[in-house]
């Protein structure tokens, strides 16, 4: 087992923001990308975490992401955000959306932000949750490179694309529901992938097609969408919500989130938020209903509260950290 060690969350950020800014990055963009990775974290997704930090500094370096691109956004009708994110790191652009939604959708009763030419957008879950505590309902659609083919055919159009919900209670923290169309997100293959570890069966394909564990052959082949041809079908919505409609890159016309070779990936977002109050007074009363509901229910868990568990935990007794990986990102461009 690896050793370990515990980091702060201010160590953490540090830690990340050093290798990016060694990385042909603007101290603005690394604070951000930081920012969510240190959420991601806090999430217990490490996958999408301080592991990305090496493949996000190569590409800064490469230039496959501009790390010194300066997001731009321009309101083309009254509840609708055109974002650019300038070949750039994704969160820069989603913090735009952030600052603009929630206004936006009180006003309007429903607003949407659509990101292009964008780049991974870490956990999706945290944006959502971003939003429901700033008082709205939040839907959130991304995609990434091709890892999964249509149900029934072999070559992958699809990224592993994640659907997330938030929710604002009127009784406590957010419901937060945030899933990947893949039967586990990639990012769990590429930790395994890094550890030397295998992964469980039925999670992905290997490049010939063929169920495998071995994790560096699953990220060269496809993965298993969740629930079969239902889980591609949602993929499809995705690509059309995030990319058919912003202007994005689908997931077949991207370039990998992994490595430094090629083009940008220019992936796009695409995030509606929702006044709670848009039909009426008492939303948010409504919405506490049913949550509390499905959190009485034994044996059942609210979507969001271990998440929100596990950051209240790593706040109060540090993150858990690989040593080796803290040594390795410590060492990126030194």
Known sequence: MSAMMTMTPAAVTELIMGALTRSRTSQENAASVARA????????????????VAAYSAQALAGKVNG?????????????????????????????ALDWLPN??????????????SHHCGVAGVMVEALAER????????????????????????GTDPIAFAAPLSDGAPVVVDISLSKVARGKIMAAAQKGEPIPEGWALDPDGQPTTDAKAAMAGTMIPLGDAKGTALALMVELLCAGLTGA???????SFFDDKGDPPGTGQAIIAIDPDAFGPGGTERLALMADMVAGTEGARLPGRRRQQIRSDYLDNGIPV?????????????
């Open 135 to 158: 008082g709205v309902a939040a839907l959130m659609v991304a995609n990434a490179p091709a890892a999964m083919a249509p149900w029934g055919g072999r070559r992958p159009l699809f």
């Open 322 to 334: 690989e040593t080796a990986l803290a040594e390795s990102i410590r060492a990126i461009g030194v």
């Open 68 to 96: 010194f691109a300066v997001p731009s956004s321009e309101a083309l009708r009254p509840g609708a955000l055109a974002i650019d994110a300038g070949n750039g790191f994704a969160y820069p652009a989603m913090d735009l």
């Open 249 to 255: 890159n689908y997931a077949w016309q991207a370039t």
């Open 104 to 117: 936006a959708a009180k006003a309007q009763g429903i607003a949407i932000a659509g990101i292009r030419r």
């Open 37 to 52: 990775l240190l959420a991601a974290e806090l999430a217990g997704q490490n996958g999408h975490g301080l592991r990305r």
